[in-house]
Each structure stands twice: as structure tokens, then as C-alpha cells.
């Protein structure tokens, strides 16, 4: 079993800056496929940036968020720049053993942190 917890989180003004992390104990995931998802309520849960070999980035987020991992902190990161309102969401990270690569869905991902909230003010 792998757990995840998310911090980061927090209130900011557009314009502004993040980063979130997601520590993973239980086993080290140096090989497993790692993703940042957020949700807003009424929606579904959407892939921001994934990251397995290579990285990928959805197109609202391309040049403004960046993926990274520590390996050896067992550690995701999701740096957020240039925040705009519409980046408010529940962020999750999520990781999964299964395949070292980009898992675009997220039923792809056998396990998922609590969530931590961004909210960004216009």
C-alpha cells in the first residue's frame, strides 16, 4: 500500500505562486507513474501534468505549472505560476505502479491523496 498526503495549499492573488507537494509512504514509487489532477464541485476530475519518463502538461496549464519528483524525498511537486482564477480546484496527486509513463485517466491510477485546496482571487 502506498499513502499519499498533498500540502501546499492555500489562498493567493492571480498572478501568484505555489507549490505543492505530495510525499508517498509506504513504498517508494520511483518507478510508478505520477499525476496532479484537480476538481471543482459539478465537475469531473482533470489531468493537470503527469509525469512517468516524460511529463506531460494540459493545454491550460502549458508554460505556467511544472511538474517535478525528489526520488530520494519520495516527493512530487507541482510548482504553480502566474495563477489565474480558474486554476481554483481541489488538487490530488495520484500515482500508480502499474506502468512507468503518462496515465491520462483517472481511473488509471490505483492510488490518490486527500486533496488540498487552491483557491486564487481575482
Known amino acids: 500500500q502506498v499513502q499519499l498526503v498533498e500540502s501546499g495549499g492555500g489562498l493567493v492573488q492571480a498572478g501568484g505562486s505555489l507549490r505543492l507537494s505530495c510525499v508517498a509512504s509506504?513504498?517508494?514509487?520511483?518507478?510508478?507513474?505520477v499525476g496532479w489532477f484537480r476538481q471543482v464541485p459539478g465537475k469531473e476530475r482533470e489531468l493537470v501534468a503527469a509525469?512517468?519518463?516524460?511529463?506531460y502538461y494540459a493545454d491550460s496549464v502549458k508554460g505556467r505549472f511544472t511538474i517535478s519528483r525528489d526520488n530520494a524525498k519520495n516527493t512530487v511537486y507541482l510548482q504553480m505560476n502566474s495563477l489565474k482564477p480558474e486554476d481554483t480546484a481541489v488538487y490530488y496527486c495520484?500515482?500508480?505502479?502499474?506502468?512507468?509513463?503518462?496515465?491520462?485517466?483517472?481511473?488509471?491510477?490505483?492510488?490518490w491523496g486527500q486533496g488540498t485546496q487552491v483557491t486564487v482571487s481575482s
Open positions: 509506504g513504498r517508494t514509487f520511483t518507478s510508478y507513474a
Open positions: 495520484a500515482a500508480d505502479p502499474s506502468f512507468f509513463g503518462i496515465k491520462l485517466r483517472a481511473d488509471g491510477y490505483a492510488y
Open positions: 509525469n512517468g519518463g516524460s511529463t
